[in-house]
């Protein structure tokens, strides 16, 4: 076996090592990802039941009910769809009707949403400068805002 074989040798095993420990991290990632969806968009893309995602909206007014053993369950909307879900844990501070909420979780078969953390989102009157930007290009900006304390940009 020639120099330039051996060589050629090393460098193709050490091309396979890379695609090998590349595939693993890609697929591990994979499975720890979890997506961010509106309830128009789950009933829209029809998710499948016992995908792990984050639901995000408000607090539909008028669905919250407290049960035994910290069982919360409550709807979320968008306006134009709403969710319904279960969760059995303290929930936050911040959470209540017409509040904005993220709950990570499962969706049930039957269209429901099984939650196994709670998020309350605080203070809806500040976005961050990126999402500002996005609505300046969309034209959905509004005149008339300034910027807050923490340099985000006031709706």
Partial sequence: MTRKQRR???IGGSLGVLAVAAALVLS????SIVFFHSPTDIVEKQIAPGSRIRLGGLVKP???KRGDNLLVSFEVTDGKSDI??????IVPDLFREGQG???EGRLE???????DSVLAKHDENYMPREVADALKKQGRWQEGSGKGNSGEVKR
């Fill in 109 to 115: 078969p039957g269209g429901s949403f099984k939650a």
């Fill in 8 to 10: 050629l040798i090393m």
């Fill in 101 to 103: 909420v993220v709950a």
């Fill in 84 to 89: 319904a879900v279960s969760y059995q844990g």
């Fill in 62 to 64: 008028g669905s919250l």
């Fill in 28 to 31: 591990a990632l994979r499975e």
